[in-house]
């Protein structure tokens, strides 16, 4: 299993425990990973607020990179919001001929040419579909017997594009947190926006959709998340929510590799667990037991 | 576009096209269901609800619409345009809302432009997006010496993390970029 890897802006930053621990359990499960060479920003939500066109040319400088790469077909993305990015580009070229002249007339510019072969694959998907639960099993040497986890989707990595969940009714992680040895948690906040940018943008209307989640989510142990931005969300500004709500919404908030990787056993510096802003000690009191 | 050196992002031209009718096309099949606004979790903050701002965008509308908060609300979670029975790509639509809005100079939409065009200008001086660099950039921009203070306790967290490094803006001159941005305005006739 081949793959080429394309960590986004916010993994080398505020998201670093989501590279290290993506890295570190796709490897551990036998998928081979490259990082793709000399990558740009994929836009964000900001391009497209700018220019259509710009929304569309950053992250098709990233395709035809790794068309040119040509190591794997499919491009293996953590962040969500670079995953919509991407595959919004390779999902509109089929359908408009005349945007992917447009969008070479611009790459050229750069020595690049775009023909459209890249796969753009979500983690999710390729944890879910391509490991799969029935792998992951079989690798568990630490189960996380006791834990409850409430799976937490997100917008990007599920809609527009029906492409491996249900858009509004998502469980792929579900038989993946059951193979790990936890309970999942029962709750319908899975693909509920967690406000993205207006949580920095708009905080007063952001803190309500965060404070919602969060209090879907008491009763459970951890979140588990595949997105920078939802993660952000829902770890950095819980005293602000429980403020908001009336109540304390403290619960942990982790990476579905961090949590998928405690299970195989692989240490929390390889999982970078030191950098979550949210880790309860009731949950590490039940790791460590 | 010109690549020379400057300490802020540049505003958009006031004076570029800033018709609606391309978004009016997108959705001229809406049939006033408002399974939108039933879907948007944003609905609550907005001043017009998204069932009224596409009909607002129907009648052509444009100062009610530049004047509405509900584009710049939109956090694109894409469960409108799941739902619309019509098929209507209203996510995109509230996004060729935002791109008209900064081309025009909205007034209501100017921070959030700015905001949106600092992150760029990071992005075209590296090729990435430096966060600390683009903050500072929209805090330049913003020119409010109190604007700051109100991200700090997301900094210091960051920071405590050691995952915010504080750095001055960079490399404002040529960029890893430059070829993309230039072609794209060149395209856009911006340039």
């Known amino acids: ?289 | 576009m010109k690549t020379s050196p400057r300490s802020t992002p540049p505003e958009a031209p006031a004076s570029a096209h800033t018709s609606l009718t391309d978004i009016r096309e997108m959705v001229s099949a809406c049939i006033q269901c408002g399974t939108c606004t039933g879907s948007c979790p944003n609905a609550h903050a907005m001043d017009h609800t998204p069932r009224q701002l596409w009909r607002m965008v129907l009648m052509g509308e444009q100062d009610l619409i530049f004047k509405s908060k509900t584009f710049a609300l939109c956090s694109a979670c894409y469960a409108c345009s799941l739902r619309c029975p019509r098929g209507l790509p209203l996510t995109e639509a509230m996004a060729a809302l935002k791109q008209a809005a900064a081309r025009a100079n909205v007034p209501a939409f100017r921070p959030s432009a700015r905001f949106y065009r600092s992150f760029l200008e990071s992005v075209r001086r590296h090729g990435r997006v430096r966060e600390s660099e683009f903050m500072t950039l929209y805090f330049l921009a913003m020119k409010n010496p109190l604007l700051p203070l109100k991200f700090a306790p997301l900094g210091l967290k960051l920071m405590g993390k050691g995952k915010l490094h504080v750095a001055l803006p960079t490399g404002a001159g040529r960029g890893a970029l430059d070829a993309i941005f230039d072609k794209v305005a060149e395209l856009e006739g911006r340039s």
């Open chain 1, 1 to 289: 299993m081949k793959y080429l890897y394309y960590p986004g802006c916010s993994l080398e930053a505020s998201a670093s425990e989501y590279d290290r621990s993506s890295r570190a359990f796709l490897t551990a499960m036998g998928a081979e990973i490259t990082e793709l060479a000399d990558w740009n920003c994929c836009g964000a939500s900001a391009a497209e607020a700018q220019s259509r066109l710009l929304a569309l040319a950053l992250p098709a400088r990233n395709l035809a990179i790794a068309e040119k790469m040509g190591i794997a077909r499919d491009l293996l993305v953590p962040c969500s919001a670079c995953y919509l990015n991407l595959r919004k580009v390779t999902e509109k070229i089929r359908r408009e001929p005349d945007l992917l002249a447009e969008l070479n007339t611009v790459l050229s510019a750069d020595g690049l040419q775009l023909s459209g072969g890249v796969r753009v694959r979500h983690l999710l998907d390729v944890v879910a579909t391509d490991l799969g639960a029935h792998a992951l099993r079989a690798r568990v040497t630490r189960p996380l017997k006791g834990l409850t986890i409430a799976p937490y989707y997100g917008c990007q990595c599920l809609r527009p594009y029906k492409v491996f969940d249900d858009p509004e009714a998502p469980q792929t992680m579900s038989p993946l947190i059951e193979a790990a040895g936890a309970a999942v948690h029962p709750w319908q906040m899975g693909a509920r926006c967690c406000s993205a940018s207006l949580m920095t943008a708009k905080p007063e209307v952001g803190i309500a959709l965060v404070a919602d989640i969060l209090t879907a989510a008491r009763g459970a142990d951890a979140i588990a998340t595949v997105c920078p931005m939802c993660q952000m969300n829902l770890e950095a500004f819980q005293a602000k929510a429980s403020r908001f709500a009336g109540e304390n919404l403290a619960i942990s908030v982790l990476y579905l590799p961090q949590l998928l990787g405690l299970a195989i056993g692989l240490s929390e510096s390889e999982l970078g667990l030191g950098f979550n802003l949210a880790l309860t000690a009731g949950l590490r009191n039940k790791l460590a037991a």
